[in-house]
């Protein structure tokens, strides 16, 4: 098969295409022909050598796909070949085809083309996963999302419009918060001229954000704690921004709120496929009647890696950049 591997850790440039042996599925597994994937920022961790997958992962760079069904392993039920999919990795996307647990393989939503479905996987269970199924965003709730152009953003913002909640989000950009308004955000705050604290709290006679969903970790930790409401729950999904910062517990205990954080590449393939089944279950619909749609970037060739890693590194993008094989 055609895999994208890692020469030595550095820059875009170490990424090159490759001939690897077919991957076989064992018991319980799905193997799938792969028609796209999606470049995430761990895989820019991955290629840097900061990011190691999961003991017994593949070692190819990769955490969503989507393609069709081309075998089943023992024992696998719900599954035929020639099933288009979209599935939750691991590692291994960046191949032509890729094993994985068959409860983190899901249908298409209605509507979407196998190789825009590959925007999907990751984003959604993130989203889902934290914001939902740990943070409990309710109807009526202020809800906070860092970085709202990007994928994980984009999402965020569409799933809880979509569900009743009042978005709140900060981008870089003119093109980037107007991008933000248009998916639901009612608020959509420059950070580079703006405080967010201050903004979300004008918004809300003072009372700050229920749920705030973070990718920049030690540099946004002691102001997103400050927009917190009462009871407010601040979920950490990301450390662009640094690892360590001072975290002052006593305003955190006045509050009663909680600081959680979270990854989803390293959790147990049984918790995966609970986060994929209520996916398909709550997020899917959405997406099949309009109310979310995936945002796509740019479809680039899978020789063309390098220059997808670039793109995402250097933050000109919205929404996701795919790679199509």
């Not at 069709?68 to 035929?80: C, E, H, K, P, S």
């Given at each position: 098969?055609?895999?994208?591997?890692?020469?030595?850790?550095?820059?875009?440039?170490?990424?090159?295409?490759?001939?690897?042996?077919?991957?076989?599925?064992g018991?319980?597994?799905?193997?799938?022909?792969?028609?796209?994937?999606?470049?995430?920022?761990a895989?820019?961790?991955?290629?840097?050598?900061?990011?190691?997958?999961?003991?017994?992962?593949?070692?190819?760079?990769?955490?969503?796909?989507?393609?069709?069904?081309?075998?089943?392993?023992?024992?696998?039920?719900?599954?035929?070949?020639?099933?288009?999919?979209?599935?939750?990795?691991?590692?291994?996307g960046?191949?032509?085809?890729?094993?994985?647990?068959?409860?983190?393989?899901?249908?298409?939503?209605?509507?979407?083309?196998?190789?825009?479905?590959?925007?999907?996987?990751?984003?959604?269970?993130?989203?889902?996963?934290?914001?939902?199924?740990?943070?409990?965003?309710?109807?009526?709730?202020?809800?906070?999302?860092?970085?709202?152009?990007?994928?994980?953003?984009?999402m965020?913002?569409?799933?809880?419009?979509?569900?009743?909640?009042r978005?709140?989000?900060?981008?870089g950009?003119?093109?980037?918060?107007?991008?933000?308004?248009?998916?639901?955000?009612?608020?959509?705050?420059?950070?580079?001229?703006?405080?967010?604290?201050?903004v979300?709290?004008?918004?809300?006679?003072?009372?700050?954000?229920?749920?705030?969903?973070?990718?920049?970790?030690?540099?946004?930790?002691?102001?997103?704690?400050?927009?917190?409401?009462?009871?407010?729950?601040?979920?950490?999904?990301?450390?662009?921004?640094?690892?360590?910062?001072?975290?002052?517990?006593?305003?955190?205990l006045?509050?009663?709120?909680?600081?959680?954080?979270?990854?989803?590449?390293?959790?147990?393939?049984?918790?995966?496929?609970?986060?994929?089944?209520?996916?398909?279950?709550?997020?899917?619909?959405?997406?099949?009647?309009?109310?979310?749609?995936?945002?796509?970037?740019?479809?680039?060739?899978?020789?063309?890696?390098?220059?997808a890693?670039?793109?995402?590194?250097?933050?000109?993008?919205?929404?996701?950049?795919?790679?199509?094989?």
């Amino acid at each position: 098969m055609r895999a994208v591997t890692v020469t030595e850790p550095g820059g875009p440039e170490v990424l090159t295409i490759s001939e690897l042996p077919d991957p076989e599925p064992g018991p319980g597994e799905v193997l799938i022909d792969v028609a796209a994937t999606a470049v995430n920022r761990a895989d820019l961790l991955q290629r840097r050598g900061f990011y190691p997958p999961p003991s017994g992962a593949s070692g190819v760079i990769g955490l969503e796909c989507s393609g069709t069904i081309a075998a089943v392993g023992a024992g696998v039920t719900g599954w035929t070949v020639g099933t288009p999919v979209c599935a939750l990795l691991a590692g291994g996307g960046y191949a032509s085809r890729v094993v994985v647990p068959a409860g983190q393989v899901m249908p298409l939503p209605d509507g979407i083309d196998v190789v825009t479905a590959a925007a999907l996987p990751e984003v959604a269970c993130t989203v889902w996963s934290n914001v939902f199924m740990v943070a409990g965003l309710q109807q009526g709730d202020v809800f906070l999302v860092h970085g709202g152009a990007g994928g994980i953003g984009t999402m965020a913002i569409q799933l809880a419009a979509a569900l009743g909640a009042r978005v709140f989000t900060t981008a870089g950009s003119a093109e980037k918060l107007e991008l933000c308004r248009s998916l639901g955000a009612e608020v959509a705050i420059s950070y580079r001229d703006e405080d967010f604290v201050d903004v979300v709290r004008a918004h809300t006679d003072g009372r700050g954000a229920d749920v705030v969903l973070d990718n920049m970790g030690a540099k946004y930790l002691e102001r997103n704690v400050s927009v917190l409401a009462d009871e407010g729950r601040l979920v950490v999904i990301g450390l662009q921004g640094g690892a360590k910062a001072e975290l002052d517990l006593g305003r955190l205990l006045a509050k009663r709120g909680a600081v959680i954080a979270t990854t989803l590449r390293s959790r147990p393939v049984e918790g995966k496929a609970a986060i994929c089944a209520s996916v398909v279950e709550h997020v899917w619909p959405l997406v099949a009647d309009g109310q979310v749609r995936p945002i796509v970037h740019e479809v680039l060739p899978l020789d063309q890696v390098a220059e997808a890693h670039r793109i995402v590194e250097n933050s000109t993008h919205t929404g996701k950049v795919l790679l199509a094989l």
